[in-house]
């Protein structure tokens, strides 16, 4: 049986509906994946069970479900696309409408205490239980099935005990501030979903199959079977993995691999769905399905790290489970005991018992790590630090090695000109090497290849003179050509050149030399004399802050590792510059991979910023997107740099240190507080005034330490 599960905001949710299908008689194999919002189970045909008592048992949970009745198969992945609901903005939800119906009745309660003074006790009562309703409710329905001290729970009996010993504006308050901390999760669950949105966004949709008779069809991709032949022009998306039958042409593969550079291919070599192809006609044949397909799995491959993460348990439903418990047998304990062991008073001792539930009532408790997650959210989204979430806030301090990719991640992503080389004899360098680079911008100004481009503005930044070309046409994936000035010229790579020109041995190792030092050469040639006229070099380079990033990052104990699936050449050659590991020539399942084998013995953080990161950005213990990415990768990712900034991950390592120390201070501060208060108020020292001043005066305590986060950004700035 399959559903659809609407309302799950944390891994927590997930264990929650587990341990109530569990106890129902016949339902087995149950599989709740989070982020797809999917649930599947076995029901035994001869159970008492039935699917409608598995639908309502999920409803009381506080969940919605919709029966899946097709079937699904692996027949597409768009099935698991739309099994997923559009998000709906926070207001539409259930959990929005009840923050600003609980908003509403809080304000309208002041008002009326304002102008009622001596029914405010009565008007505070009654909008409490009100607004505790909804989580009581759902708390003594998760007792039933299996949770008996959720979160739900010590709301309710925190908002409860609060009312009896006289605190009810005080209960009233948490209530309100527990409902938004709700839906923040809420809305932070739904941000997680849209990057499996926009990764199925990208699946080719349609394609130009040939039939026998070589007729052209248009066709969704979902239809193409292995071994059909299909056309793919220039600006098409490839629509399947396949091999080349016939045609070269560049592709830009930065979608599967994250290479900036267009990939030149001919006949008999791969290509992956998704990636465009730039200037060549090519006929490729089918080698794996819409399901089997290179995006598909990176879809696949997001889904099962995200769903495989382990649960984010939040800080104050863990200690609950003993805290909540504990308390209450102990303030039970204290109000019977004396009067039937050692003839103590009733009254005195009900009295200390309503006292100490005060003491025990966790408000500066539930209000310690979201206060100091806020103002460390808030100095983050300053900064240009878009932190999802208090759990990623929390775990990029705790880890010990950060894994970058390469390409727009520690580089710019855009390829630039780095050398001009002429070959001519008898100038001056600088004229030469102004008149080589004025033929290249010449030849290439047709083009729209991104070393093209990258040559003519080289080119027009130097205020070279470029003469007009003409005959301008390309081989596709090897070279482009032109007549300028009467004479035919041509750019193509250094084995292109290699075939069609007279490369000499000293030009040749001048161009080894360019590429051992990781840049992409281009050599000009005169196609009737054959003659090597002179050579531009290209490269990806690092960003500004790099090296300083890195090099911060190794001085607070983290280790640095650089990923991508570039050539060997240039990754030794930037990841010397960096002083970093690196390993190169990487498609996202090998990333992906390398960063499982590395969570067997480190905490990871993944920085990427394409769509080939996606996976890797999933199954790393927190990720981050690069603000100048891709939507899927910041989708995807725990973390956006906006400022797209290397420094700015050694700010957010530094923020999450200092936001867990001042949540460790405030729960020291907390239940330091009341301990000293629980000892006076079981002896009789202090009664229930000294109580709700402990209580409020940890509240208070615990916030002012909270707030001192936001003066983070000043010690940042002078670190």
Same mark, same amino acid.
């Given at each position: 049986?399959?559903?659809?599960?609407?309302?799950?905001?944390c891994?927590?949710?997930?264990g929650?509906?587990?341990?109530?299908?569990?106890?129902?008689?016949?339902?087995s194999?149950?599989?709740?994946?989070?982020?797809?919002?999917?649930?599947?189970?076995?029901?035994?045909?001869?159970?008492?069970?039935?699917?409608?008592?598995?639908?309502?048992?999920?409803?009381?949970?506080?969940?919605?479900?919709?029966?899946?009745?097709?079937?699904?198969?692996? /027949?597409?992945v768009?099935?698991?696309?739309?099994?997923?609901?559009?998000?709906?903005?926070?207001?539409?939800?259930?959990?929005?409408?009840?923050?600003i119906?609980?908003?509403?009745?809080?304000?309208?309660?002041?008002?009326?205490?304002?102008?009622?003074?001596?029914?405010?006790?009565?008007?505070?009562?009654?909008?409490?239980?009100i607004?505790?309703?909804?989580f009581?409710?759902?708390?003594?329905?998760?007792a039933?099935s299996?949770?008996?001290?959720?979160?739900?729970?010590?709301?309710?009996?925190?908002?409860?005990?609060a009312?009896?010993?006289?605190?009810?504006?005080?209960?009233?308050?948490v209530?309100?501030?527990?409902?938004?901390?709700?839906?923040l999760?809420?809305?932070?669950?739904?941000?997680?979903?849209?990057?499996?949105?926009?990764?199925?966004?990208?699946?080719?949709?349609?394609?130009?199959?040939?039939?026998?008779?070589?007729?052209?069809?248009n066709?969704?991709?979902?239809?193409?079977?292995?071994?059909?032949?299909?056309?793919?022009?220039p600006?098409?998306?490839?629509?399947?993995?396949?091999?080349?039958?016939?045609?070269?042409?560049?592709?830009?593969?930065?979608?599967?691999?994250?290479?900036?550079?267009?990939?030149?291919?001919?006949?008999?070599?791969?290509?992956?769905a998704g990636s465009?192809?730039?200037?060549g006609?090519?006929q490729?044949?089918?080698?794996?399905?819409?399901?089997?397909?290179?995006?598909?799995?990176?879809?696949?491959?997001?889904?099962?790290?995200?769903?495989?993460?382990?649960?984010?348990?939040?800080?104050?439903?863990?200690?609950?489970?003993?805290?909540?418990?504990?308390?209450?047998?102990?303030?039970?304990?204290?109000?019977?005991?004396?009067?039937?062991?050692?003839?103590?008073?009733?009254?005195?001792?009900?009295?200390?018992g309503?006292?100490?539930?005060?003491?025990?009532?966790?408000?500066?408790?539930?209000?310690s790590?979201?206060?100091?997650?806020?103002?460390?959210?808030?100095?983050?989204?300053?900064?240009g630090?878009?932190?999802?979430?208090?759990?990623?806030?929390?775990?990029?301090?705790?880890?010990?090695?950060i894994?970058f990719?390469?390409?727009g991640?520690?580089?710019?992503?855009?390829?630039?000109?780095?050398?001009?080389?002429?070959?001519?004899?008898?100038?001056?360098?600088a004229?030469?090497?102004?008149?080589?680079?004025?033929?290249?911008?010449?030849?290439?100004?047709?083009?729209?290849?991104?070393?093209?481009?990258?040559i003519?503005?080289?080119?027009?930044?130097?205020?070279?003179v470029v003469?007009?070309?003409?005959?301008?046409?390309?081989?596709?994936?090897?070279?482009?050509?032109?007549?300028v000035?009467?004479?035919?010229?041509?750019?193509?790579?250094?084995?292109?050149?290699?075939?069609?020109?007279?490369?000499?041995?000293?030009?040749?190792?001048?161009?080894?030399?360019?590429?051992?030092?990781?840049?992409?050469?281009?050599?000009?040639?005169?196609?009737?004399?054959?003659?090597?006229?002179?050579?531009?070099?290209?490269?990806?380079?690092?960003?500004?802050?790099?090296?300083?990033?890195v090099?911060?990052?190794?001085?607070?104990?983290?280790? /640095?590792?650089?990923?991508?699936?570039?050539?060997?050449?240039?990754?030794?050659?930037?990841?010397?510059?960096?002083?970093i590991?690196?390993?190169?020539?990487?498609?996202?399942?090998?990333?992906?991979?390398?960063?499982?084998?590395?969570?067997?013995?480190?905490?990871?953080?993944?920085v990427?910023?394409?769509?080939n990161?996606a996976?890797?950005?999933?199954?790393?213990?927190?990720?981050?997107?690069?603000?100048?990415?891709?939507?899927?990768?910041?989708?995807?990712?725990?973390?956006?740099?906006l400022?797209?900034?290397?420094?700015?991950?050694?700010?957010?390592?530094?923020?999450?240190?200092?936001?867990?120390?001042?949540?460790?201070?405030?729960?020291?501060?907390?239940?330091g507080?009341k301990?000293?208060?629980?000892?006076?108020?079981?002896?009789?020292?202090?009664?229930?005034?000294?109580?709700?001043?402990?209580?409020?005066?940890?509240?208070?305590l615990?916030?002012?330490?909270?707030?001192?986060?936001?003066?983070?950004?000043k010690?940042?700035?002078?670190?």
């Open positions: 049986m399959k559903y659809h599960i609407e309302g799950m905001d891994a927590s949710c997930v929650k509906i587990e341990k109530a299908l569990v106890r129902m008689p016949g339902v194999d149950i599989q709740l994946n989070f982020t797809t919002e999917q649930l599947e189970l076995t029901l035994s045909p001869e159970a008492a069970t039935q699917g409608s008592d598995i639908e309502k048992t999920i409803k009381s949970l506080g969940f919605g479900i919709t029966a899946d009745n097709n079937q699904q198969t692996a /027949s597409t768009d099935n698991d696309n739309q099994a997923m609901t559009q998000p709906q903005r926070w207001w539409q939800t259930r959990k929005g409408q009840q923050v119906g609980l908003g509403t009745l809080m304000s309208v309660t002041y008002a009326l205490a304002l102008f009622f003074p001596d029914y405010g006790m009565w008007l505070f009562t009654a909008a409490v239980l607004g505790v309703l909804p009581g409710r759902k708390a003594f329905v998760m039933a299996g949770s008996p001290f959720s979160i739900e729970m010590l709301m309710t009996v925190a908002a409860i005990g009312i009896i010993i006289g605190e009810a504006e005080e209960a009233a308050a209530v309100f501030l527990f409902s938004i901390g709700e839906l999760e809420s809305v932070a669950a739904n941000n997680a979903r849209a990057g499996i949105r926009a990764l199925s966004s990208l699946i080719p949709k349609a394609a130009i199959l040939l039939d026998a008779q070589g007729r052209q069809l066709v969704s991709a979902d239809s193409l079977q292995v071994n059909d032949i299909v056309l793919v022009r600006g098409d998306k490839v629509p399947a993995d396949g091999v080349i039958m016939q045609g070269t042409s560049s592709l830009d593969e930065s979608p599967i691999t994250g290479e900036s550079v267009p990939v030149a291919k001919t006949k008999d070599e791969d290509v992956f465009i192809n730039v200037d006609v090519l490729v044949r089918v080698a794996k399905t819409a399901t089997d397909n290179t995006i598909a799995r990176i879809v696949k491959m997001v889904e099962q790290a995200q769903a495989s993460k382990a649960p984010t348990a939040r800080f104050i439903e863990e200690f609950s489970r003993y805290y909540t418990p504990a308390v209450m047998a102990l303030a039970a304990l204290i109000i019977i005991i004396p009067p039937l062991a050692m003839g103590g008073e009733w009254a005195t001792w009900v009295y200390r309503l006292a100490l539930l005060l003491i025990a009532c966790p408000c500066a408790l539930v209000l790590t979201p206060a100091a997650i806020a103002s460390g959210l808030a100095v983050g989204t300053r900064r630090l878009l932190i999802k979430g208090g759990s990623a806030l929390e775990t990029i301090g705790k880890v010990d090695t894994v990719d390469k390409t991640t520690l580089t710019e992503g855009k390829p630039r000109v780095t050398d001009v080389v002429s070959f001519k004899q008898g100038d001056m360098v004229q030469a090497q102004n008149e080589v680079l004025a033929l290249f911008a010449s030849v290439e100004s047709g083009s729209s290849h991104p070393l093209a481009d990258a003519v503005r080289h080119a027009e930044s130097a205020n070279i003469p007009i070309a003409s005959n301008a046409y390309a081989t596709a994936g090897k070279a482009v050509h032109a007549t000035s009467g004479r035919s010229l041509a750019i193509g790579s250094p084995i292109y050149a290699t075939n069609e020109a007279l490369l000499l041995p000293k030009q040749q190792a001048h161009i080894e030399l360019l590429q051992n030092e990781g840049k992409t050469v281009s050599v000009l040639f005169d196609e009737q004399n054959c003659e090597v006229l002179g050579l531009v070099a290209l490269r990806d380079e690092l960003r500004g802050d790099a090296q300083e990033g090099a911060q990052l190794k001085a607070m104990g983290v280790r /640095s590792v650089m990923l991508t699936g570039d050539n060997r050449r240039t990754a030794k050659a930037l990841a010397s510059d960096l002083n590991e690196w390993k190169a020539e990487l498609l996202p399942e090998d990333k992906l991979r390398l960063l499982n084998d590395m969570k067997h013995n480190s905490k990871i953080a993944m990427g910023d394409g769509i990161d996976p890797a950005l999933a199954t790393a213990d927190v990720s981050i997107a690069m603000g100048g990415g891709t939507d899927v990768a910041i989708e995807t990712a725990d973390i956006a740099l400022k797209s900034r290397i420094t700015d991950v050694v700010h957010l390592v530094a923020l999450s240190r200092a936001t867990m120390t001042n949540i460790h201070q405030n729960v020291l501060l907390a239940l507080l301990g000293v208060f629980l000892i006076t108020t079981i002896f009789g020292i202090t009664g229930l005034w000294i109580a709700v001043l402990a209580d409020t005066g940890a509240t208070v615990v916030t002012l330490n909270a707030l001192r986060l936001l003066r983070f950004k010690i940042l700035s002078d670190k």
